[in-house]
């Protein structure tokens, strides 16, 4: 019915009709090989998993002490907000803005959302916002940079040591662990997957009521 429901190969250009793969099943370009759907194995329930170790793990990250500092006697611990009050005071106010929706706000909305999604899907319960909340989620995928405030929190550090003793405190190392569970949420979520659940939620609680 719909014309324009065709996907491009990202490689070749070559228009595919919408393949219907069974799910386990690899899909690829038939001109140009190139692998366009890869199946993940258990993706709903270790997408859900990793969101709920994120979402515990955001918590000590952005509370606890990331660095200690020992400067004449007066001991300075700085958190994560800190370095962004910080900027903020030293009059760099944009890129202030930029680190906190960056590695703060957009991290928390990010691992709320897949949380969302994702418990929905596990536990299989309809919900007319699951497709907005996919985009939305999509459109926070650019956004999400902790790494950057990583390398920043780096360059600090090895700075601060030549001035004084460094304690590495425990918001740093929850700071860590939640770059590599966001990092294993993108690649455990199968975007395919997600959507053909949420297509078949969407028509069972229509078929139900
Ligand atoms: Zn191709």
Request: with cysteine; glycine share 6%.
């Amino acid at each position: 019915m719909n014309s324009t429901n065709y996907d491009a190969c990202p490689e070749c250009d070559l228009l595919l009709k919408p393949a219907q793969p069974k799910l386990g099943e690899k899909v690829h370009c038939p001109r140009c090989g190139l692998l366009l759907s890869r199946p993940r194995k258990q993706s709903i329930e270790r997408t859900f998993a990793l969101s709920i170790a994120g979402f515990i793990l955001f918590f000590p990250a952005n509370l606890l002490p990331m660095v200690g500092l020992t400067v004449l006697g007066n001991a300075n611990t700085g958190i994560l907000i800190s370095g962004v009050i910080a900027l903020y005071n030293d009059g760099m106010e944009a890129v202030a803005i930029v680190v906190f929706l960056a590695s703060i706000l957009f991290p928390l909305v990010h691992l709320c959302l897949s949380l969302l999604i994702s418990g929905h899907l596990y536990f299989n319960c309809p919900n007319r916002y699951l497709v907005a909340w996919m985009r939305w989620m999509h459109h926070l995928d650019e956004w999400v940079m902790l790494e950057v405030y990583m390398l920043g929190i780096i360059v600090a550090c090895v700075k601060l040591m030549a001035i004084a003793p460094l304690k590495l405190g425990w918001g740093l190392y929850a700071f860590i662990a939640l770059i590599i569970i966001t990092t294993m949420l993108t690649s455990s979520l199968d975007n395919r997957l997600f959507w053909l659940r949420i297509e078949q939620l969407g028509k069972e609680s229509k078929n139900a009521s």
